[in-house]
Nanobody
């Protein structure tokens, strides 16, 4: 009923930047909180950043000051600007959204993931 499509991953050198995008589409009444999570090989998925519909954001300590989350409510899209990247930022990045459907029931959705690789 709802799809989250991510884009923008890739390979970058340490100190470089990547910008991720995630667009929600489908039977949407309203997209509430959105966020980005990541999972490196052999580790659990961890929160990177979240943003409310009103624009309030929250970041993991490891990315504060380097990453910026933003959203466009008209496009049901969330972005993650990643600057000053480090090799330890290498992971699959997943988009997450709390979506209220036109049936007025809310569900949690995940994107398919996009790989971000930072070389040293």
């Amino acid at each position: 009923q709802v799809q989250l499509v991510e884009s923008g991953g890739g390979l970058v050198q340490a100190g470089g930047s990547l910008r991720l995008s995630c667009a929600a589409s489908g039977n949407i009444f309203r997209v509430n909180d959105m966020g980005w999570y990541r999972q490196a090989p052999g580790t659990q998925r961890e929160l990177v950043a979240t943003i409310t519909r009103g624009g309030s954001s929250n970041y993991a300590d490891s990315v504060k000051g380097r990453f910026t989350i933003s959203r466009d409510n008209d496009k049901n899209t969330v972005y993650l600007q990643m600057n000053s990247l480090k090799p330890e930022d290498t992971a699959v990045y997943y988009c997450n959204a709390d979506v209220r459907l036109r049936t007025l029931r809310s569900y949690d959705y995940w994107g398919q993931g996009t790989q971000g690789t930072v070389s040293s």
